[in-house]
Nanobody, 112 residues
Framework: QVQLVESGGGLVQPGGSLRLSCAASRIIFRTHDMSWYRQAPGKERELVAFIGKDGSTIYADSVKGRFTISRDNAKDTVFLQMNSLKPEDTAVYYC??????WGQGTQVTVSS
């Protein structure tokens, strides 16, 4: 069974940056598409960024130009670099593998 463990969340001021990490195990990581989702209180879970096994990327319009998804296949890890953070980015961020497996989530709070 796939295991995904997120880290890197926390409290940051508006305009600040955070880097999320998601370490995968029990899969052949390089052969799987990976994504980051987020869920704010009272809202549905939404796709933030996707990276294919070929390195192709897709971003939600709300984060384009501010967030960057990347992967390190040697370390079985996917990253989400978040810059110019806004209060509306506050949410629990989840790592997803191939649309099936989920991590436990990491809280990101953007507040002054």
């Amino acid at each position: 069974q796939v295991q995904l463990v997120e880290s890197g969340g926390g409290l940051v001021q508006p305009g600040g940056s955070l880097r999320l990490s998601c370490a995968a195990s029990r899969i052949i990581f390089r052969t799987h598409d990976m994504s980051w989702y987020r869920q704010a209180p009272g809202k549905e879970r939404e796709l933030v960024a996707f990276i294919g096994k070929d390195g192709s990327t897709i971003y939600a319009d709300s984060v384009k130009g501010r967030f960057t998804i990347s992967r390190d296949n040697a370390k079985d890890t996917v990253f989400l670099q978040m810059n110019s953070l806004k209060p509306e980015d506050t949410a629990v961020y989840y790592c997803n593998c191939a649309g099936v497996a989920w991590g436990q989530g990491t809280q990101v709070t953007v507040s002054s």
